[in-house]
């Protein structure tokens, strides 16, 4: 249930996202939903841990209000004993997550960012600002020239078509405004044309053209090759990429930065050698200055690499970091639940939302400082964990001794005791 409420909360912040941007490109149904299906990748890692927090905090909330903890005790049965099972299902679930952002995650955020591009270019495919003021020779029989475009709209301004799909010279056409319309995914796209002129050549006498006006013109162009469902990319950034993969470019990076050190050094002492021999001043000046340009541009390259490097590890962790946050929650939310003794769901999802929130907070914050280098990647991305596992094991223990955490109950005794 935990789950399914999580999946739907930010469900309904990804359909609110895509529903302009899907229909607005005269999608199918499939592909739209190839592409919900695809972003529910990373949904399902972040819904997983929480949802594992919101049921152990209902669980142990409910067992709490009907005593049943208490009958446990009484039983013999500790509190560590209870929740050791659900440590362990929570471990088994944190293996398979583990699996699932190594191996599922980043090839479905790669093929999600591929049909975004795809529509991107499906959409742009006529209008792409990098196209203004440049003839489009690539639409079928038409050649197409457009001054401006918007690319919210695909309201194009300033239009000058060519029309070679008749024998003879090509038929021109003229359109102070225009709009287009894909279809069918990307194959078909019908033009608008408002407000222009056309001028025809005819094909046998040369000498004489038509000329005429028109209100409303419809071109329908039909281009296979504009089909952006078999679109592919090569590139994969740090979130479409596995472990492994992280792991050889962070090595690869290091490498390359190895060497560019090695060439610095060799340049530096050739420099020193050079310029105890020579005597013209200032021809070394000259030449230390461009040194020191090059070796600049060479560190800038060196600091690159390694922040690239950064954003690798830290993306490593983190498919470790939140994925045995399952178990962390479990450590949280037992003895959380047990304290709160809640047994409805309002008010376990409540604190479920408040700790996972700080979790995140946390989790972001530390992705921040270390992409800038100030923190060690492992440090910034287990971090979280810790803290909230040394949180949970302190709740723990708490409840396993029936005292108030940090001597709450000592504290409370001695302001009932004071007159």
């Not at 895509?18 to 005269?26: A, I, R, T």
């Not at 930065?257 to 021809?283: G, H, K, L």
């Not at 999802?349 to 530390?366: C, D, E, K, P, T």
């Not at 596992?389 to 109950?409: E, H, K, N, S, Y």
Request: hydrophobic residues 50%; glycine residues 8%; contains cysteine.
């Amino acid at each position: 249930m935990g789950f399914g409420l999580i999946v739907f909360v930010l469900v309904i912040d990804v359909v609110l996202q895509m529903l302009d941007q899907v229909l607005s490109k005269g999608l199918v149904t499939g592909v739209a939903l190839q592409l919900f299906i695809y972003n529910l990748a990373w949904i399902v890692a972040l819904a997983v841990p929480m949802a594992v927090l919101i049921a152990v905090l209902m669980v142990f909330g409910r067992l709490a209000a009907d005593n049943e903890l208490l009958a446990f005790k009484a039983a013999g049965i500790s509190f560590t004993r209870v929740i050791t099972p659900v440590v362990l299902a929570a471990l088994l679930l944190a293996i398979g997550m583990i699996w699932f952002n190594d191996q599922v995650l980043p090839d479905w955020n790669h093929r999600a960012r591929e049909l975004a591009a795809s529509l991107k270019r499906a959409k742009a495919a006529l209008v792409l600002k990098q196209r203004e003021g440049v003839f489009v020779r690539d639409l079928g029989p038409y050649h197409l020239l457009i001054r401006h475009v918007d690319e919210e709209t695909n309201l194009l301004s300033g239009l000058t078509l060519f029309d070679t799909g008749q024998p003879g010279p090509p038929t021109t056409l003229r359109a102070a405004t225009g709009r287009i319309e894909i279809f069918d995914e990307g194959r078909y796209m019908r033009l608008s044309l408002e407000d222009g002129e056309y001028h025809r050549i005819d094909g046998d006498d040369h000498g004489r053209i038509s000329r005429g006006t028109f209100g409303r013109q419809v071109l329908h162009i039909r281009d296979t090759s504009r089909d952006f469902s078999g679109y592919r990319s090569s590139y994969r950034s740090d979130r479409e990429m596995n472990v492994s993969a992280m792991l050889a470019g962070v090595d690869g990076m290091r490498l390359d930065n190895e060497r560019t050190i090695a060439a610095i050094d060799s340049t530096v002492d050739a420099f020193v050698r050079d310029a105890a021999e020579s005597a013209d001043a200032t021809d070394l000046a000259e030449r230390g200055r461009r040194l020191g340009n090059r070796i600049d541009k060479q560190w800038s390259l060196i600091d690159t690499r390694r922040r690239r490097a950064n954003s690798y590890l830290v993306e490593v962790h983190k498919k470790f970091s939140i994925a045995l946050a399952c178990v962390v929650f479990v450590l949280v939310g037992a003895p959380v639940g047990a304290l709160t003794r809640a047994r409805g769901a309002a008010v376990s999802v409540a604190v479920s939302l408040v700790f996972f929130f700080a979790f995140w907070m946390f989790l972001i914050g530390g992705e921040e400082l270390a992409d800038r280098g100030f923190v060690p990647p492992a440090v910034a991305m287990w971090s979280p964990n810790v803290i909230f596992g040394i949180v949970g094991l302190l709740l723990t223990r708490a409840t396993v001794l029936d005292q108030p955490l940090f001597g709450m109950r000592r504290w409370l005794r001695r302001r009932k005791a004071t007159p």
